[in-house]
T-cell receptor, first 112, second 113 residues
Framework: SQQGEEDPQALSIQEGENATMNCSYKTSINNLQWYRQNSGRGLVHLILIRSNEREKHSGRLRVTLDTSKKSSSLLITASRAADTASYFCATDVGNAGNMLTFGGGTRLMVKP | DTEVTQTPKHLVMGMTNKKSLKCEQHMGHRAMYWYKQKAKKPPELMFVYSYEKLSINESVPSRFSPECPNSSLLNLHLHALQPEDSALYLC????????????FGPGTRLTVL
């Protein structure tokens, strides 16, 4: 079953603009991760934020986590055409650890 | 080597065939995963192996049979599949079971006729 919902489902922007994607989830989490997937390919890990963290940066990526609202956002600054992909949030909720449940994903298109 | 490899890249099979998907990693990871992904949908967890033992089976039909012969290899044996099983099958691995990044392979695109 799907733990998270992502918003928007699709986003189209011009190169150089910022892209913001949101993820909401339902239950308490151990951590939340963001992954990128180019069309029909494997997923690439972008960033992991633990439940006791509020914000994390990695290059042009900024992730926030609000556990009180059960939501996270991914900001990509100064977007490039190569950022065109689907972006998924994934939450780790299992007591067994590392059972990822993915959100529905945001399809980002960056136009040159 | 931070790569997870999967073979074959594409597979077409009939409903009476038996086939296997293979996944390999040489990162020393002790947790390995199979996910199923339908078009325009998120990946869904199928199986988790931890230290070569099946630790999680997400209510997957028995026509899918996982196997972990050693710490580097993960197989998914397929038998009597249905057309609705057509999907991208992704393998992943991680160093530990808790709070760790999963590394994904490129996937096997499976078509069941």
């Amino acid at each position: 079953s799907q733990q998270g919902e992502e918003d928007p489902q699709a986003l189209s922007i011009q190169e150089g603009e910022n892209a913001t994607m949101n993820c909401s989830y339902k239950t308490s989490i151990n951590n939340l991760q963001w992954y990128r997937q180019n069309s029909g390919r494997g997923l690439v890990h972008l960033i992991l934020i633990r439940s006791n963290e509020r914000e994390k940066h990695s290059g042009r990526l900024r992730v926030t986590l609000d556990t009180s609202k059960k939501s996270s956002s991914l900001l990509i600054t100064a977007s490039r055409a190569a950022d065109t992909a689907s972006y998924f949030c994934a939450t780790d909720v299992g007591n067994a650890g590392n059972m990822l449940t993915f959100g529905g994903g945001t399809r980002l298109m960056v136009k040159p | 080597d931070t790569e997870v490899t999967q073979t074959p890249k594409h597979l077409v099979m009939g409903m009476t065939n038996k086939k296997s998907l293979k996944c390999e990693q040489h990162m020393g990871h002790r947790a390995m995963y199979w996910y199923k992904q339908k078009a325009k949908k998120p990946p869904e967890l199928m199986f988790v192996y931890s230290y070569e033992k099946l630790s999680i089976n997400e209510s997957v039909p028995s026509r899918f049979s996982p196997e972990c012969p050693n710490s580097s290899l993960l197989n998914l044996h397929l038998h009597a599949l249905q057309p609705e099983d057509s999907a991208l099958y992704l393998c992943a691995s991680s160093a530990a079971r808790f709070l760790d990044t999963q590394y994904f392979g490129p996937g096997t695109r499976l078509t069941v006729l």
